[in-house]
């Protein structure tokens, strides 16, 4: 993980899906949680999403908090 990735996370929308449009970092931990157990996309979005699912299941989401733009 490195710093841009973060920076990524609250900046990149869901490309795809049922959640197209809305911000990698907003997704709903039951849709990350899904991927986790079906296999996530190959990729920087895979990656981006495997790294979410690991903020929200660790309860670390608050973190992105302070990249958001206001």
């Known amino acids: ?3 841009e990735d973060l920076q990524r996370l609250v900046t990149l929308a ?4 049922k959640y197209k449009g809305r911000l990698i970092a907003d997704l709903p ?3 990350l ?3 986790a157990r079906t296999g996530f ?3 920087e979005i895979g990656r981006l ?3 979410m699912q690991e903020l929200d299941h660790n309860g670390l989401s608050a ?5 958001r733009k206001r």
């Open 63 to 67: 973190l992105l908090d302070p990249l």
């Open 33 to 35: 949680n899904w991927f």
């Open 1 to 3: 993980m490195n710093p």
């Open 49 to 51: 999403l495997a790294l």
């Open 41 to 43: 996309t190959p990729g």
């Open 14 to 17: 869901m490309p795809y899906g």
């Open 29 to 31: 931990g039951p849709y």
